[in-house]
């Protein structure tokens, strides 16, 4: 199988020895965005609200890249620093995603890279 490495320039650039992205196949294998700026590669001021919708910016210039959208996702992964803000992060993960709903799982993690609030991982399919 055909492996294509995914390298979108509106997204943050990784910051170690992976990809934003692998597609194998018709599957989209996503890494998880934190709420960097793609320009700065700087944490966004703000709160889960503002991280949130940044790291979905970021999830959507990978998937665009890769041929896909937001539809394509079929699971996605997101990772807390206090599920005390879940309902926050959720507000903006629905306006992201509207009426798709792919399976998810949200996990409270001790910490993110950079201190940041929120992480987010996808899984995508296309054709």
């Not at 997204?11 to 934003?20: T, V």
């Not at 597609?23 to 700087?42: R, V």
């Amino acid at each position: 199988m055909e492996l294509k490495f995914i390298s979108a320039k509106d997204a943050p650039k990784a910051i170690g020895p992976y990809s934003q992205a692998v597609k194998a196949g018709n599957t989209i294998y996503l890494a998880g965005q934190i709420p960097l700026d793609p320009a700065t590669m700087e944490l966004v001021p703000g709160g889960i609200k503002e991280q949130t919708k940044r790291v979905l910016d970021n999830l959507e210039a990978v998937l665009k890249e890769a041929g896909a959208g937001f539809g394509n996702v079929v699971r996605s992964t997101v990772y807390m620093k206090d599920l005390s803000m879940f309902a926050d992060m959720n507000m903006v993960y629905e306006s992201m995603f509207k009426d798709h709903k792919p399976a998810r799982v949200t996990i409270q993690v001790a910490g993110l890279p950079k201190e940041a609030l929120v992480e987010i991982e996808a899984v995508a399919v296309i054709g």
